[in-house]
């Protein structure tokens, strides 16, 4: 894996940036407009995302950036669950969950995999 100077430049910030920035352009939209409460809940999910990549990646150390990591997949299960919970309640349309549900399992999956990969060149670093 190489080196990364900015958070900027990592493919799960870049992808969940843009699941917050489509959720924000969502909840401008009927019927999440009005819903202020859930309003409020999917976009602080959505923005946790790529705000816990950005904060751990911060501290510039594997272990704290691995804690990071975890809560950013946390938070993209808190907002997948929204979703669903939306779709059921027939407030999506069918294209947008599906586009939502898809980048935010592709988030979920890339983040495992670097906390995994982290996880391990911690432990190597540590048989050295």
Not at 51 to 71: C, H, K, Q, S, T
Not at 76 to 95: C, H, M, P, T, Y
């Amino acid at each position: 894996m190489s080196k990364f100077n900015k958070f900027e430049d990592l493919d799960i910030w870049k992808i969940g940036m843009s699941i917050a920035v489509d959720v924000y352009l969502l909840c401008d939209l009927e019927p999440l407009k009005s819903d202020w409460g859930m309003k409020d809940q999917i976009r602080r999910a959505a923005c946790s995302m790529s705000d816990n990549i950005a904060e751990g990646f911060e501290y510039n150390n594997n272990p704290d950036f691995v804690r990071y990591l975890n809560y950013a997949k946390g938070s993209s299960g808190e907002f997948r669950n929204k979703l669903i919970i939306l779709n059921q309640a027939g407030k999506l349309d069918k294209v947008v969950y599906e586009t939502l549900y898809a980048k935010s399992v592709e988030f979920s999956s890339k983040t495992k995999s670097l906390i995994d990969y982290l996880k391990k060149f911690e432990a190597d670093k540590k048989k050295k």
